[in-house]
């Protein structure tokens, strides 16, 4: 029998007013891959700074055994001390320093304060070759994708000698190629005897590397599943506590004439002005349809997306945007949400929200002019539509009042998409509109795409969940390298054709 | 410090069927915690009213006190918004200076005809503080420049063009007397006064000051006016909300927080119309209060200020135009940075190269003292207000004790810290 590397016992944590995690039980064993899942809010991420000391000892009450002796950690460098690494959702680089800066920051390689850069550089580069990264150590983080940052993480945990790994959602912000190449790392790290915490909403990889899956729900632990019981309705059925007959809510699809239609579309990079980012892109959308963008991370969408939006991304943009056959000018936000489109972005917290204001002030922010007459805002107007679109797409909080930064992620994304669906627009696109939240909100946000469609509106999902893509769309549009290579109808598109498009596409491309 | 903030706690923690009077004790903490800022500057007015042998609330200080700081907090209007937007304006002195030095000049010495009249100088030279505002909100919205640099720039090019103006360390006046009304003028007497006690005469047949007690009776009218609108307006704003089903603060809280109000307005304008009345600067200063309470409070710019500062990218991607945006809060700083440089001259008297010298830090405290965030989008009119009034009672009150100039910057300096990290500590802890 393995031996066990980590007990957590009877972890109960609280907060003013609500109890986190009770009597929480979590059995690790040594060199395996163990997930923990649960929805949002299911106190997956507390447990896993109970363990690491981001929550002292004596906050919580419970056990922590670690290789058979019992850890009481006061700081999160006590229990790195031991090997315990932790790597966050949202990645804790400093993107003005370089790659090995950064790994071995806080812990570099010097003699007397006096840092030896090519120890530094040489340890950098053993490192990032073993997460298989091909950069320059001295290469700056803001100038990596956030794929690349996350394998700078995992080296700087590397470094730190590592005996168990936590990663909390290490994929949500990736492109399915590179979530691949990071959990078949993790395999790697399994064979090398380093042991793995993976936090997921993503069950299909869960399925794929973990060897035991932790079931949270509501600050319980729910049940412990060993590789042969791994499947993924059942899984689901334990997270939500109600079995989902179906992921994604049926839909009748009533497609009308083109609404809106991209004509050669071509944008450089805003800091590289010779690099083409996009290269002369078609779209487009029929009243009432549902569009997907399938792509790899760096495919461009994105970009695409912005660049579209008010020219919010990059230089030297050409091509022409018709609304209703009719060319329209799109060169600044406020012009495109005249024209009736809008985009939520992928990014909430940084793009879609002011996180210290409440949601009423976030919901009627693209549309002031609908709640007020000559410059005044009507208050009482004001938080009516607030209160209505609270109760329209079910955001959870104590009243419209609530700063939007407290919300959990389904609920921030649901305050984004009544800001849009506020301002009335005809075109919606959606940028990873269930990025980081969990089961039970993206069916959710599934539901209120179907309605929205249903109304006429046309609407454009960018996705990186194939799945996703597959359940809520009419039509999906494939993009490689800043260019369309395929286009298939919903009905009989399928995983393998979306990545037999873009593989092909990577050939024509070069 | 909005009530709705208050009633939100409230729903929160008070579990559903809790009635009676603990309920009442936790809505009335929340409350308090709310006007913490008021209780401070009360506290404040307290000590100093006992340490002064009550001297600071004596109608002849009132006058004083509102002279000489009315323009700190005239000021901290346009650098609430400032900050509020994510940037700082170190400026302010400098440019209230260079003005003050411009209106001097064109009204004592330019022979400029009817441009010298002091009313079209006073327009001109605000014309010219927006323009200054402008220019330097010009490189903050469109080149990108971080604003402490630009505002650091501006604040050694106007105070050098200050001095250069005076022609080195000279004053240039003495400034005509309809223009010196801005800060020493009272509103003039259209009622009438009422003589409550005879003042002593002396043996020249002249009145001695402080003596007898005559009320000027149009101030008394404005403060009595002035709190029955303000009542009016509370009830039927509350009004308003039960009709269309919102929530309101308990009535308790709301008829203490009218009288308290009301209470303090009408003993201060008591004390004013004792003297001499209502001073002309503490007529523009409240008028100015109230038109950018409405602006950050209930208007389309004020609410994109906000949101801007909160979240520039999110506010851009929201169709806000973040550029054009920030050249009006320098341009409105500007012409407000001209105004306190009116009021400092036309208490003066004169303009000396030294004026406003500094000032730019007691409006910038003001503004944190009053609640503001450094990293912007937060920050209240009202609470500014409070802190410049908090200020300007610790500078005229340890005046009048006879601190030494250098320990009134200590206090002041610990005032600033200890509000701030108040403020801080209390927001975690609610």
Known sequence: ?510 | MSTETASDLQTETAPAGTVGARFDVAALLNYLRDYGLVLALIAIMIVFQLMTDGTLFKPVNLSNLVQQNSFIIVMALGMLLVIVSGHIDLSVGSVAGFIGALVATMMVIWPLGVVSNPLVASIICLAVGGLIGAAQGYWIAYHRIPSFIVTLAGMLIFRGLCQALLGGGASVGPLPDDFKALSSGFLPEVIGTYTVIAPTVNANGREIMGTGLVLHLATIVIGIVGVLLFAYFGLLARRTRERFGHENEPFAVFVVKTIVISAIVLFLTFQFSTYKGMPVVLVVMAVLIGLFTFVTKRTTIGRRVYAMGGNLKAAQLSGIKTDRLTLIVFTNMGVLSALGGLIIAARLGQAVPAAGLGSELDVIAAVFIGGASAMGGVGQVAGSVIGGFIMGVMNNGMSIIGVNVDYQQVVKGLVLLGAVVFDVYNKNKG
């Open chain 1, 1 to 510: 029998m393995p031996s066990t590397i980590l007990e957590m016992r009877d972890i109960t944590k609280t907060f003013p007013g609500v109890t986190a995690l009770s009597n929480v039980n979590l059995h690790i064993e040594e060199g395996e891959i163990h997930a923990i899942v649960g929805e949002n809010g299911a106190g997956k991420s507390t447990l896993m700074k109970v363990l690491s000391g981001v929550y002292p000892t004596g906050t919580y009450s419970g056990q922590i055994v670690y290789r058979g002796k019992e850890c009481h950690f006061r700081t999160i460098k006590d229990s790195e001390h031991l090997g315990i690494v932790i790597i966050h959702q949202e990645l804790a680089l400093v993107p003005m320093l370089s790659i090995a800066e950064n790994i071995f920051l806080g812990n570099e390689h010097a003699k007397r304060g006096v840092i030896d850069w090519n120890a530094n550089e040489t340890r950098a580069r053993a490192l990032l070759k073993k997460v298989g990264l091909s950069e320059d150590p001295r290469t700056l983080i803001t100038n990596i994708g956030v794929g690349k940052q996350q394998l700078v993480e995992i080296a700087k945990a590397l470094s730190k000698e590592v005996k168990l790994l936590i990663l909390d959602e290490p994929t949500a912000s990736l492109s399915e190629r590179d979530s691949q190449a990071l959990l078949d790392l993790l395999i790697e790290f399994k064979q090398q005897g380093i042991t793995s915490i993976l936090i997921s909403h993503k069950l299909s990889e869960v399925s794929r590397v973990a060897d035991h899956v932790t079931v949270l729900r509501d600050g319980h632990t729910i049940e412990t599943l060993d590789k042969q019981q791994i499947n993924e309705d059942r899984i689901i059925t334990l997270m939500v506590g109600r079995s989902l007959s179906d992921r994604f809510p049926p839909r009748d699809p009533n497609v009308g004439e083109v609404v809106f239609e991209v004509k050669n579309w071509s944008v450089y990079h805003p800091l590289h002005a010779d690099r083409q980012v996009i290269k002369g892109v078609d779209l487009n959308v029929r009243k009432g349809e549902v569009v997907g963008i399938a792509g790899l991370m760096g495919a461009g969408r994105t970009e695409f997306a912005m660049s579209l939006f008010g020219k919010s991304y990059g230089r030297r943009i050409s091509g022409e945007v018709f609304l209703d056959g009719r060319k329209i000018d799109t060169s600044t936000v406020e012009r495109a949400v005249d024209h009736g489109i809008a985009y939520a972005t992928e990014d909430r917290k940084t793009y879609g929200l002011n996180l210290i204001d409440h949601i009423r002030s976030n919901v009627t922010i693209a549309n002031l002019g609908g709640v007020s007459r000559r410059g005044v805002i009507d208050d009482l107007r004001e938080i009516d539509v607030a209160n209505d679109f609270r109760a329209k797409t079910n955001i959870r909080s104590s009243s419209v009042h609530q700063k939007t930064g407290n919300l959990s992620g389904g609920n921030q994304q649901k305050v984004v998409l009544s800001k849009w669906l506020f301002a009335d627009p005809r075109v919606l696109i959606l940028d990873e509109p269930t990025r980081g939240i969990d089961v039970g909100a993206k069916y959710e946000i599934y539901t209120i795409i179907a309605k929205l469609a249903a109304e006429g509106r046309a609407i454009i999902v960018i996705s990186s969940e194939m799945p996703e893509l597959l359940g809520v769309c009419d039509r999906i549009y494939v993009m490689n390298e800043g260019r369309m290579v395929g286009e298939m109808a919903g009905s009989d598109a399928s995983q393998e054709k979306i990545m037999r498009a873009i593989v092909r596409g990577e050939g024509k491309a070069s």
